[in-house]
């Protein structure tokens, strides 16, 4: 069962460790009240001793004043990792000191609340607050904050949970289940490739270009040009041809034969050249690509 409540810590008690239990007891001090005063292991920085040695599980409670009365809201202190600033305190439990700014008046008083585990010298209570309150405090809630590096020193971090949220770790089963996801879409695009690939082939083999020509030509300028005419634009044959060609003043575009004799202009396939019949000047600029296969 838990020790009752005391005043002020024991100054005389090296530890409190139940032999049948198997475990340290934490006992509960209330009302502890000390006076600020110079320590020379911190090179002058003011402060004061804990009767014990406190433990470092966040419960200590440190308050400006004497008396029970004075433990309120407005009176207490917060606690820093650094030199104490302002109203705030800087706890070095493994020699049960608490230090104040530097600006606080030797004799202060403060009144402090906390649970004490024996004398501050004995070797029993280091191992204690440094090993079983830590080794106590993982198992059950997991909650000590890391300050630093978690170093498992080549030691396997075992029974680990599958992570959930961005910041979470994750199990060597989530990174296989991962890598065989990849692995498996890697193999499906590769096959989809491949499918892919094989059905373009026999179009390939089927559509092969072997020359392609861009031309652009005025029909009314040149020997053989006039306000109108009909005039051969370029040959294809022996192969097949492919005209892709634009009419720059008239603004039309196509592919192959166009027109009848009723249009404008009109391109005219023979079957082994192209023709282009024009009207006027304002359709006799063409420009064409050949392509022949």
Same mark, same amino acid.
């Given at each position: 069962? @838990?020790?009752?409540?005391?005043?002020?810590?024991?100054?005389?008690?090296?530890?409190?460790?139940?032999?049948? #239990?198997? =475990?340290?007891?934490?006992?509960?001090?209330?009302?502890e009240v000390h006076s600020v005063? #110079?320590?020379?292991?911190?090179?002058? =920085?003011?402060?004061? =001793?804990?009767? #014990?040695?406190?433990?470092?599980?966040g419960s200590i409670q440190v308050y400006k004043g004497n008396s029970n009365?004075?433990?309120?809201? #407005?009176?207490?202190?917060?606690?820093?990792?650094?030199?104490?600033?302002?109203?705030?305190?800087?706890?070095?439990?493994r020699v049960g000191i608490v230090l104040v700014p530097i600006d606080t008046p030797i004799g202060s008083q403060y009144i402090v609340s906390y649970f004490g585990v024996g004398s501050v010298k004995n070797v029993q209570n280091d191992l204690y607050i440094e090993q079983l309150?830590?080794?106590?405090?993982?198992s059950r809630d997991g909650s000590l904050p890391m300050l630093g590096n978690l170093n498992a020193n080549l030691n396997k971090i075992i029974n680990l949970a599958a992570g959930t949220n961005p910041n979470?770790?994750?199990?060597?089963?989530?990174?296989?289940?991962?890598?065989?996801?990849?692995?498996?879409?890697?193999? @499906?695009?590769?096959?989809?490739?491949?499918?892919?690939?094989?059905?373009?082939?026999?179009?390939?083999?089927?559509?092969?270009?072997?020359?392609?020509?861009?031309?652009?030509?005025?029909?009314?300028?040149g020997p053989q040009g006039g306000p109108s005419g009909t005039l051969g634009m370029e040959a294809y044959a022996p192969r097949r041809?492919?005209?892709?060609?634009?009419?720059?003043?008239?603004?039309?575009?196509?592919?192959g034969s166009y027109g009848s004799g009723s249009t404008p202009f009109q391109i005219i396939d023979t079957g082994s050249q192209f023709e282009f019949r024009w009207t006027s000047s304002s359709n006799a600029l063409m420009e064409w690509m050949l392509l022949k296969w």
């Open positions: 069962m @838990a020790l009752p409540p005391i005043p002020i810590g024991l100054q005389c008690i090296d530890w409190r460790y139940d032999e049948q #239990e198997g =475990k340290f007891i934490p006992q509960e001090i209330t009302s005063i #110079e320590i020379p292991e911190y090179g002058g =920085k003011r402060g004061f =001793k804990l009767f #014990e040695r406190p433990l470092d599980d009365a004075d433990k309120i809201l #407005e009176n207490r202190q917060s606690r820093v990792t650094s030199v104490a600033t302002g109203s705030q305190y800087f706890l070095a439990p309150a830590l080794a106590e405090k993982l979470d770790s994750v199990r060597l089963s989530q990174l296989t289940t991962v890598i065989n996801n990849l692995a498996a879409e890697v193999t @499906a695009r590769t096959n989809a490739d491949n499918s892919i690939n094989g059905q373009l082939g026999p179009l390939v083999n089927l559509i092969k270009w072997v020359e392609a020509t861009v031309s652009v030509r005025d029909f009314t300028t041809g492919t005209l892709f060609w634009r009419n720059s003043r008239a603004n039309i575009s196509g592919c």
